[in-house]
């Protein structure tokens, strides 16, 4: 943990220290947010009426930002990292801040990296044995090459990794009781198939990478 506050200058409000020598700070103003995407290599913008938006970003040592987080009605709707991609090294920090902040998350959190149970907070890349989840599970185009080892999980809703960069579904969950997505994923040569070893309670849709586990 850090001792110090560090200077982030006047257009940012330093909030907490975090584990791994992270600093959470608050972005004040649109050149912050601004500067934060443009170091990051993020080019979305956010749906912001009456700047209801609060911008967070999760930032190193040598106060560089390593993760921007988008936060509404004290619920956080949007967390990424460097190319608009799931920030899987800091996971933990991201967990971290939403607990000590007391934020909720929205539903599409999963996509990045972050689900809710019981109240308790979850990295998808850290799951306990059998885990169950309630709800679907969306990890459609996030950048992923590797699917988070899942395969002792239940997904009790349906699961979609469309639109990511697959070669494989090594990891995916052991039971899916609805629909199972994995459109546009690569390469496409291999065949369309339902992999064998994952149970199905829904429709499998239009797998394209290699299914060999």
């Avoid at 997505?181 to 394209?208: C, E, F, M």
Wanted: net charge positive; hydrophobic share 35%; glycine share 8%.
């Amino acid at each position: 943990m850090q001792n110090q506050i560090p200077d982030v200058g006047s257009d940012k409000m330093y909030v907490m220290g975090l584990a791994h020598s992270v600093s959470a700070v608050q972005l004040l103003t649109t050149d912050a947010v601004k500067s934060d995407k443009r170091d990051l290599g993020i080019f979305l913008g956010w749906y912001d009426p009456l700047g209801l938006n609060k911008y967070y970003s999760l930032r190193s040592k040598a106060n560089k930002p390593l993760v921007l987080m988008v936060v509404r009605d004290n619920a956080v709707i949007w967390c990424r990292g460097a190319n608009a991609r799931r920030a899987k090294p800091y996971m933990s920090s991201i967990v971290e801040f939403i607990i000590k902040q007391n934020f909720d998350i929205a539903a599409d959190m999963a996509g990045a990296g972050v689900l809710r149970k019981n109240g308790n907070y979850y990295n998808v890349y850290d799951l306990p044995q059998g885990f169950i989840y309630n709800g679907n599970l969306d990890l459609s185009y996030a950048g992923l090459v590797k699917l988070p080892n899942m395969s002792t999980i239940t997904i009790k809703g349906d699961y979609n990794i469309s639109g990511n960069n697959l070669i494989s579904l090594r990891g995916c969950p052991k039971i899916v009781t609805g629909n199972f997505y994995a459109y546009d994923n690569r390469p496409k040569k291999y065949t369309q198939q339902k992999p064998s070893n994952v149970l199905i309670g829904g429709r499998y849709y239009n797998v394209q990478p290699n299914l060999e586990r």
